[in-house]
């Protein structure tokens, strides 16, 4: 494998931040029918990390509650796809600002916000999302370019017939055809031998982006808001085959615990951040009983 990563920092010492990404079927839930099943890449990492943790989040769909760091970077991406939403020369730096107070309104009225951050932590929580969406000026000027799109959904599959689905939190297309996909994290960077696994999601991302376009990204960005600082990946053909590879193998070892129904727990020092310790055997609790493989999805690919 040839590949292309730097990191690029105006802040301090790199370290693991939470995810934000959900990676949930946005078109089921509890108490809705059962859908086939299509692998994003958070859910992905959840195999990867725990096969327990997988069933429990997209099979069972166990409840999890929200947590601050959660939404926090979901009204964070709000906030910057309205800004990607404006004209190039409207998003200057106070015009983002100006836009925080409304994204948090918004979380407090609509997204029932008071049940995660209480009321009377609303301005450090304000506070914090505007720092965040400042920190964007400190990597790049979004007045001197205009995404191809922001918060793009994608439905496709492998030649194997792996269903992926996910989004893009922004591609941007130069004018001479190169492709960048870009995505947000408001949290830390990972340590140097965590890099890989931050940018698993970025590969899954650019191989969907390749399926349905035919054409791979040029750059992949990973830019963490929380210091101002970037990993950036350029994947090579080599890089792109291996990923839809690794992706066909670990959904068919989901197909086969499916089948089984065999998911068992694998135990790590995130277990400490688990909500489902209570469902866990390692933990001595007891997992509900299995409700069945929901089926696999037939997905066409986007032309």
């Known amino acids: 494998m040839t590949e292309s990563q730097e990191i ?69 991406h709000s906030v910057l796809e309205e800004l990607y ?48 969406v400042s920190s964007l000026y400190g990597v790049e000027d979004p007045q001197r370019f ?10 496709t599959a492998t030649d194997s017939g792996t269903p992926l689905h996910g989004y893009l939190d922004r591609v941007d297309v130069a004018p001479t055809g190169e492709v960048r996909v870009v995505d947000y994290k408001t949290g830390k960077p990972p340590h140097p031998r965590y890099r890989d696994q931050a940018m698993f999601q970025m590969r899954f991302y650019a191989l969907m982006y390749q399926r349905i376009h035919g054409v791979a990204p040029t750059q992949l960005k990973l830019i963490y808001l929380k210091n101002g600082s970037w990993l950036t990946l350029t994947p090579d053909s080599a890089t792109m085959a291996e990923t839809e590879a690794t992706l066909d ?33 390692a933990f001595g609790g007891t997992p509900p009983e299995y409700p069945g493989w929901p089926g696999t999805r037939v997905v066409s690919v986007e032309g």
């Open 8 to 76: 690029g920092s105006t802040g301090t010492t790199p370290d693991v931040g939470p995810a934000t990404a959900s990676g949930g079927d946005p078109a089921s839930g509890p108490g809705l029918a059962r859908r086939p099943l299509a692998l994003s890449a958070s859910r992905a990492a959840d195999f990867r990390r725990c096969p327990l943790l997988y069933r429990l989040r997209a099979i069972d769909r166990v409840p999890e509650p929200k947590t601050r760091a959660q939404v926090l970077g979901t009204v964070v």
């Open 85 to 132: 939403g404006l004209e190039q020369p409207d998003r200057a730096p106070d015009r983002a600002a100006a836009l925080v107070p409304a994204a948090v309104d918004h979380f407090y009225e609509v997204d029932g916000g008071a049940e995660v951050v209480p009321l009377e932590q609303r301005e450090p929580f304000e506070s914090e999302v505007a720092a965040l």
């Open 146 to 155: 205009s995404p191809e799109s922001c918060e793009q959904y994608l439905v």
């Open 249 to 281: 193998e670990l959904w068919a070892q989901i197909e086969e615990a499916g089948r089984s129904g065999h998911f068992p727990p694998r135990t790590s020092r995130l277990c400490d951040w688990c909500d489902h310790q209570a469902l866990c055997p």
